[in-house]
């Protein structure tokens, strides 16, 4: 009977340790994960790396520690690296919503705007309620030239937060591709009434006025955003063609030379 | 006695002239040794600007110069190592001090044309840069370079003769014509300008700032679609270049291509 208790302690003994082994490799894993995460924060990619390493040799299931790492790649333009990261990462958690995240980032990096989307939209599944979601599936289906499907991403980003800026300066050139330029002023109006420092929207405003052919409008516009922003060249460039429109060669000449 | 005496004076009259001889030997020696120090230092220098060692280089130059002020190369070379530190001012005083040693010093002129539109002070670089002009009359690039100047300062029909200047001496100097090309369009000459936007791309194809000021230039005639051509043709050369690619995008605005438009407008 005392022989059957002891081996009992024994063998609880033992799971108490195998299971102290296996937390305390998962602290420091999580340890190492954290400082890795802290060195990130501070662009010290390659040291991060260091840490992310030592974090996943203590546990390589650690799908925090992938994800960071594939963050680190990321950051240090190594986008097949940081991908592999990503979907060792979702081979642990398929749900894991960073991992889907930073892979859409990641291929779209790449122009890999189809595998871009698929991990943009698996990363809004899980993730309904996220905005900055919404707008990247729509900026991605945007870099497609698939406007008139943006626009729909931009709706459901704006129904979550009407005052979205980035969605309605988006939405508003999905209304400018669709020739829709009046709905399109519309939405970067409605953005320069939040922020009157939104240079972009200034300058989109002032391609939806040229295109209706309003170029002291548009002139304006351009030079709302240069206000902001004197350096912009896009800008300048904008500003060329309005003067080259408006007959003062001379003028737009003055820009060719200075940009 | 008095032969001795007299053979003694000679002979001491003879190492006197030879004492003397060598000391002017020596004389010329320590000239011609501290003349090759000055060039060495100034060598010395010229190495250590051309490897970046500006701070270095000046040592020597200031070297050069304290054993020969009127060492003009050493004054010229400390202005240019100045210019390269981004102390204009400084090397202005440098190039100064070589003109008035030499005022019809080249080098140093070409100096101040430098210094004075790095500092954006375009009227005094044109002063400058017509002087060297004027020194150097058959030199194509010192034409060119006083066009440039008085474009910078919107004088687009002052800088055509001086662009004539240069294409008298080389009728195939495409900078010229390109730049000649621009005065025109700025003149209201669209049509002069796209012939010698023509001539430039006929003498050099891969000449992209030709192509893409062609299509400004057909853009002010209402010619979108070839406007558009001529962005194109830039946009091969260079495919990452985004003036043609902004052009482009206003030409197909113009075309009322709008999506089109906008699909360049999202990735610039």
């Not at chain 1, 400018?176 to 953005?191: K, P, R, Y």
């Not at chain 2, 700032?209 to 558009?228: H, P, V, W």
Request: aromatic share 10%; glycine share 6%; proline share 2%.
């Amino acid at each position: 009977m005392n022989m059957k208790i002891f081996g009992v302690l024994v063998c609880l003994l033992e799971c108490l340790f195998i299971l102290s082994i296996v937390c305390a490799a998962e602290d420091s894993s999580n340890y190492y994960d954290k400082l890795g995460s802290k060195l990130y924060t501070t662009r010290n990619y390659t040291e991060a790396l260091d840490y992310f390493n030592k974090s996943l040799a203590q546990n390589a299931s650690n799908v925090d520690a992938l994800v960071h790492k594939g963050n680190t790649w990321k950051a240090l333009n190594r986008l097949n690296e940081s991908i592999d990261s990503y979907k060792k990462s979702l081979e642990l958690d398929g749900k894991k919503t960073a991992a889907w995240s930073g892979l859409a980032d990641a291929y779209n990096s790449k122009k890999d705007y189809e595998n871009a989307l698929n991990a943009a939209e698996k990363a809004t599944e899980f993730d309904k309620k996220n905005k900055a979601f919404m707008l990247r599936e729509g900026n991605i289906l945007q870099s497609q030239g698939r406007f008139e499907e943006a626009a729909a991403k931009y709706d459901g980003a704006l129904s979550i937060d009407p005052g979205y800026k980035d969605a309605l300066y988006r939405k508003g050139l999905s209304s400018l591709a669709a020739n829709n330029t009046t709905q399109a002023i519309e939405l970067f109006d409605s953005i320069l009434a939040i922020d009157p420092k939104h240079k972009q929207a200034y300058n989109a405003k002032g391609q939806a006025l040229e295109a209706q052919g309003k170029f002291t409008s548009a002139l304006m516009a351009y030079d709302r955003a240069l206000q902001i922003d004197p350096k912009w060249n896009q800008v300048l460039i904008n500003k060329m063609h309005i003067l080259l429109a408006q007959g003062k060669q001379k003028e737009a000449m003055d820009i060719l030379l200075a940009i | 006695m008095e032969t001795s005496l007299s053979r003694n004076q000679e002979r001491s009259g003879g190492i006197n002239l030879r004492i003397f001889n060598l000391l002017i030997c020596f004389f010329i020696l320590n000239s011609v040794c501290l003349a090759e120090d000055t060039e060495y230092f100034d060598w010395k220098g010229l190495k250590l600007s051309a490897s970046k060692n500006y701070t270095e280089a000046l040592q020597y130059f200031d070297k050069a110069i304290n054993q020969n002020g009127n060492y003009t190369d050493a004054w010229i070379h400390k202005g240019d190592t100045q210019r390269a530190m981004k102390d204009y001012n400084a090397s202005l005083l440098s190039y100064d001090q070589a003109l008035k040693v030499d005022k019809n010093e080249t080098a140093a002129w070409s100096g101040i044309v430098e210094a004075y539109s790095l500092l954006k002070k375009y009227d005094e670089a044109y002063a400058a840069a017509a002087k060297v002009t004027e020194l150097d009359p058959k030199n194509k690039a010192n034409w060119l370079k006083e066009g440039n100047l008085l474009q910078l300062q919107g004088s687009y029909d002052k800088a055509v003769p001086k662009y004539d200047g240069a294409l008298a001496l080389d009728p195939q100097y495409k900078d010229a014509l390109y730049r000649k090309g621009i005065s025109l369009l700025a003149l209201g000459n669209a049509t002069s300008a796209i012939e010698l936007f023509d001539q430039v791309v006929k003498i050099d194809p891969k000449y992209k700032n030709a192509f893409n000021a062609k299509g400004l230039a057909l853009e002010t005639k209402g010619l979108d679609s070839e406007a558009q051509e001529a962005y194109n043709m830039s946009l091969e050369i260079d495919p990452k270049w985004s003036q043609p690619m902004i052009n482009k995008e206003h030409s197909l605005l113009a075309l009322g291509k709008m999506d089109e438009a906008m699909k360049i407008f999202v990735v610039i």
